[in-house]
């Protein structure tokens, strides 16, 4: 004998509890975006404006990528050995690509994506800037021209004059400021003269280790750095004209990228696994206005880090596009929509409870780096059974710090709730919050019957719903939900219930079924769920074989065996996966039965179970068996405890 069991699953509800306060958030108007980009590895990044595009070169994979704002890869431009800095040109027609193991820079038309010419240069071009309608790249740890407009190319080399002898330099220029050039490397940073053929050097100055990136404000007055010496983890600051210190912007972390946008906003990146990553501040300000965090996307603890220099502005300000790369070694464009903005908070308090038509007051507060003026309007909307999609309401106004509060009579009881939300301004993303508060409502009687009754496998019984007075809704939803994992809740019946007030429907009783009537509630009357739970018993029967004849012994029928005959006893019942039947031996003996075994014998697919016993060897002697389902012992408890007939038998010679 083997005994097999199942367990079942019992199926919980969400129940989703009341709160004063739903949130306080920011709506940004757009949403910021993250693809991943096809290469292994950044060596720059520019944005053309005009056609919103992103270039970025992969020295790795020797390609540039073209994506649209949102990322998506518009164009892939291939055999480019080891190509690194990138260029666009004055007129937004050409995006220069250094390319560095084959010495010369190329130029890819903007419209067609399409290489129109490549230069020779004598050297291993790296970064680049365009400076007045002239190419400059960085060789080495000196940097060099190349001039197109002509009817050939001019190319000069070695135009560095501040005595640095370091590995490599870096370029910023700004198309604000003509005939200036920065060139960073190492430790040192310089700013040249560039308006005459030659390069002319104006000043130099000593920056610190740690210089990734540096850049040229557009009203010419400084230069950013990456690092800053003397201010700890900052973005450098210096003079544009004697390259003096002055105050930076603090970043947390690592400092590794520069950019800054033709309005003057200042985009900071920095190589951090548990801070923000791209930070934003406006001109002379060493408070961001505005700070990102990338996402963990890898297998570590640590989030995604930026990429050093991997930042550039929209020509609008209206993005920062960022490269991030995870521990996989997967690269991430991130489009950061509305950089400049502010983004502020906007905090809604409301009552936990409230009497239905009684006046309540909800409260809140905006913050933000700057507040917005006195007097600014808020739009309040109030969502409640009757009106799902919002109501608006009259606007609520700030005070000079930012708080407001208004009054509402809710007409209708449940969950009632205050969004409150502020579409922004110039220098502000929208801000939204909502509170939420359970008004009072009446408790109506919802009834149904039948609960606790058991029934017959198979039988059809009707389960009535009866609901007592509501305001306006009548509906009421009948489910079942049969016992067992394997069976769902299913929903039998939703309307009107009649003039009586009583709604029905018919469940076939296969299993225990717990049946549950739902009131969904009203503006003045709360919802409800009442259940009751019909038992079923299983269909069971035994079949004798084997024997030679049937006949009775006083009433009762009983099959005849021969003494050295084996009974056969097939029983077949409701089948439920695991499931076993009960089969129980009595024998009559001094004038009563007497139990001798009890075994459980485990069903096939078809829910049979076939059963030899050992022929005794003797006759007169006088047995019945019984097989049953028993809940819980019998490998589930989906059925209600069941008894089949006995079936009596005894032996002859």
Do not use: C
Request: hydrophobic share 35%.
């Amino acid at each position: 004998m083997r005994r097999r069991s199942i367990a079942t699953a019992t199926a919980l509800a969400v129940v989703l509890s009341s709160a004063a306060l739903v949130g306080g958030t920011a709506a940004p108007a757009a949403a910021d975006s993250a693809k991943v980009l096809p290469v292994n590895s950044v060596g720059d990044m520019v944005v053309d404006g005009a056609h919103q595009r992103v270039y970025v070169s992969d020295p790795t994979g020797g390609k540039i990528v073209v994506t649209d704002y949102n990322g998506t890869v518009r164009a892939t431009l291939t055999g480019l050995s080891g190509v690194s800095g990138l260029a666009v040109s004055d007129d937004g027609g050409q995006v220069y690509a250094a390319v560095t193991k084959d010495d010369r820079i190329v130029s890819v038309d903007t419209t067609t994506y399409t290489q129109t010419a490549s230069y020779p240069v004598g050297a291993a071009p790296g970064d680049l800037e365009v400076v007045d309608g002239r190419v400059w790249f960085a060789h080495g740890a000196d940097f060099g021209s190349l001039d197109v407009s002509g009817p050939e190319p001019v190319v000069h080399l070695a135009r560095r004059g501040d005595g640095f002898h370091g590995t490599s330099s870096i370029l910023a220029s700004d198309p604000a400021v003509p005939g200036t050039l920065v060139v960073g490397g190492g430790s040192y940073v310089a700013v040249y003269d560039v308006s005459a053929d030659a390069a002319a050097l104006r000043a130099t100055t000593y920056t610190g280790s740690g210089l990734k990136q540096l850049d040229l404000t557009p009203d010419g007055k400084q230069v950013l750095t990456s690092w800053g010496e003397g201010y700890g983890y900052s973005l450098g600051a210096y003079s544009a004209t004697d390259l003096t210190e002055q105050p930076g912007y603090p970043i947390e972390a690592y400092p590794n990228a520069v950019r800054i946008a033709p309005d003057g906003s200042i985009a900071g990146g920095s190589f951090s696994w548990y801070d923000p990553d791209v930070h934003i501040h406006r001109p002379g300000d060493p408070v961001p206005v505005r700070e990102y965090d990338f996402p963990n996307t890898g297998n570590s603890s640590g989030a995604d880090t930026l990429v050093d220099g991997a930042l550039a502005w929209a020509p609008d300000a209206s993005r920062v596009f960022a490269v991030s790369v995870n521990t996989y070694g997967t690269h991430t464009l991130r489009a950061l929509t509305d950089p400049t903005k502010e983004v502020p908070a906007l905090k809604v308090s409301a009552p936990a409870k409230a009497e239905r038509a009684k006046k309540l007051t909800v409260t809140g507060k905006l913050t933000s780096k700057t507040l917005p003026p006195t007097g600014t309007a808020l739009t309040v909307t109030r969502t409640d059974v009757e009106s799902p999609k919002g109501r608006a309401l009259a606007a609520a106004r700030t005070k000079a710090d930012g708080t407001f509060s208004f009054t509402d009579t809710p007409p209708a009881g449940g969950r009632v709730t205050y969004k409150v939300a502020w579409a922004g301004d110039a220098t502000h993303a929208p801000a939204s919050g909502a509170a939420a508060v359970e008004v009072s409502r009446k408790a109506t009687s919802l009834t149904l019957n039948n609960n606790g009754k058991v029934y017959a496998y198979g039988k059809k019984v009707t389960f009535t719903a009866h609901l007592g007075t509501t305001y306006k809704n009548r509906t009421v939803s009948i489910y079942a939900d049969p016992f067992g994992a394997d069976k769902p809740k299913r929903l039998l019946r939703t309307g009107k219930v009649n003039s009586k007030g009583n709604l029905s429907a018919t469940v076939t009783m296969g299993r225990d079924t717990t049946v549950s009537a739902v009131f969904a509630g009203d503006a003045r009357y709360a919802s409800k769920t009442v259940k009751s739970t019909g038992y079923a018993r299983v269909s069971v029967s035994t079949g004798v074989s084997k024997h030679y004849r049937t006949g009775k012994i006083g009433s009762t029928k009983y099959h005849y065996f021969r003494k050295n005959t084996d009974p056969v006893f097939t029983t077949t019942m409701s089948y439920y996966k695991g499931r076993a039947q009960r089969l129980q031996l009595q024998v009559w003996y001094a004038g009563a039965w007497r139990s001798t075994a009890a075994e459980y014998f485990a069903l096939n697919s078809k829910g049979k179970s076939v059963v030899r016993l050992e022929a005794p060897g003797e006759s007169g002697i006088r047995a019945r068996i019984r097989s049953s389902y028993i809940n819980g012992s019998s490998g589930d408890s989906v059925n209600s405890t069941t008894h089949g007939a006995w079936k009596y038998f005894t032996f002859t010679r």
